[in-house]
């Protein structure tokens, strides 16, 4: 049997109107008790606001700046703190280095005392070869490896000023230039390549 003639309909929800800004503005002052100055004030502020919206959004805007700038690091506050010592260092100069900025190749503190003892390894084993001494490779690698050696030994605490006087990198490139030159004068010597450049030397002389 139908009985939808007698169902009874359910109840409704009555939900309130939407809103806008203005129209919830109007009701809510209709309920609260606001002098009539006041309202006149609020009035008069709202359609100033709504006849220049430009003014909103370039108030927004200084607001966003001014927030940005209270957290934007700068040279005179910092964003990171590195260290604590009696001066501010620099990240990446003197006691503030961090890093040497070339990738697979990280800060050494020993820097300066292994180009002592890696360039002397290299006139020690010059000294102990059969190259000889008037070899243009010999005399120049001597050349390099003694004034390095002098450089690091009369400033064994001041890696800064090794670096500008040797004028070759960062202390930690010196080192590794050391590493690199000690292959190349195995092979130099295990190929006995100055017997070589003497011959080529040689052959130009009766070039004509």
């Not at 503005?25 to 006849?51: F, K, L, M």
């Not at 260092?89 to 800060?107: D, Y």
């Not at 000889?132 to 001597?142: I, V």
């Not at 003497?198 to 009766?206: G, H, I, P, Q, R």
Request: with cysteine.
């Amino acid at each position: 049997a139908d009985h939808g003639e007698n169902e009874t309909p359910g109840p409704t929800l009555n939900r309130p109107p939407l809103l806008s800004a203005r129209a919830r503005y109007q009701h809510a002052t209709s309920i609260v008790s606001i002098p009539e100055e006041a309202r006149g004030d609020i009035d008069r502020q709202q359609e100033d606001n709504n006849a220049r919206p430009h003014r909103r959004m370039i108030s927004r805007f200084a607001q966003f700046a001014a927030r940005r700038a209270l957290v934007r690091p700068s040279v005179s506050r910092p964003a990171v703190s590195f260290f604590s010592t009696e001066e501010t260092p620099v990240p990446g100069f003197g006691k503030g280095k961090t890093s040497t900025g070339i990738v697979g190749l990280p800060v050494d503190p020993d820097a300066v005392s292994k180009i002592v003892v890696k360039y002397q390894e290299l006139l020690d084993k010059m000294a102990a070869s059969d190259m000889p001494e008037t070899a243009q490779y010999r005399m120049d690698l001597e050349k390099i490896a003694r004034f390095r050696i002098k450089i690091a030994m009369e400033n064994p605490d001041d890696p800064d000023l090794v670096e500008d006087l040797v004028q070759c990198g960062q202390v930690e490139e010196l080192v590794k230039q050391a590493d690199d030159e000690m292959e190349v004068l195995d092979m130099y010597l295990s190929t006995r390549m100055w017997e070589l450049v003497a011959s080529e030397d040689d052959a130009d002389d009766f070039e004509v």
